[in-house]
């Protein structure tokens, strides 16, 4: 049980261009999202929280004009990665819980490469 | 840029070693834990968490030690196996009390790289 899902695994795209990543919990409804950015040999860094039917709450730093967050559904959240650059190359991580202080259960990530 | 994230610590042990990977979390305030498993290319699996309420919880072939007045986690690994090679990363979240943007957000350490030798 609590199989989040993530999609598209890998991504290469030129500059410039919007790119859009599902995150979908499978057997569960998820409360809240979160997502996450990865660059290689470091840890996570939360981005973002998304819970459904409300904005998101973005974290210092973190453009919420450059990367859209829609959580439309219990089982579905997005994040687009707007006017792309190889800057914003890196391992996008979604995971979600269904209630708090319980395990968040991550997606297998989305590896983003910007030309 | 920041250099300390680029050396993660890193564990070699021999095959049906027992491994302790530890890790110091920054917040007192923190009531539940968590570790996680990472390989290559994929998303943290979860291991194993503790609350606050407690010092000690085990798992199959995991034990997770927790002691609050020094802030320090640490994950135990029984007879470690090839398949255990990872990076492993704690994570700490605030009390259920913390509600609004605190809800259910975890901070992670900076990971430890296990590699087992067969």
């Known amino acids: ?115 | 840029g920041e250099s300390v994230g680029l050396h993660l610590p890193t564990l070699s042990v021999q095959e049906g070693d027992n491994s302790i990977i530890n890790c110091a979390y920054s917040n007192s305030a923190s009531d539940y834990f968590i570790w996680y498993k990472q390989e290559s290319g994929k998303g943290p699996q979860f291991i194993i968490d503790i609350r606050s309420n407690m010092d000690k919880r085990q798992g199959q072939r995991v034990t997770v030690l927790l002691n609050k007045t020094v802030k320090h986690l640490s994950l135990q690994i029984a007879a470690t196996q090839p398949g255990d090679s990872a990076v492993y990363f704690c994570a700490e979240a605030p009390g259920s009390w913390a509600g609004g943007t605190s809800y259910g957000k975890l901070t992670f350490g900076q990971g430890t790289i296990l590699t087992v030798h067969p």
């Open chain 1, 1 to 115: 049980g609590a199989v989040v899902s993530q999609h598209p695994s890998w991504v290469i795209c030129k500059s410039g261009t919007s790119v859009k990543i599902e995150c979908r919990s499978l057997d569960f409804q998820a409360t809240t999202m979160f997502w996450y950015r990865q660059f290689p040999k470091q840890s996570l860094m939360l981005m973002a929280t998304s819970n459904e039917g409300s904005k998101a709450t973005y974290e210092q730093g973190v453009e919420k004009d450059k990367f859209l967050i829609n959580h439309a559904s219990l089982t579905l959240s997005t994040l687009t990665v707007t006017s792309a650059h190889p800057e914003d190359s890196s391992f996008y991580i979604c995971s979600a819980i269904d209630r708090v202080n319980q395990p968040q259960h991550f997606g297998d990530g989305t590896r983003l490469s910007i030309l």
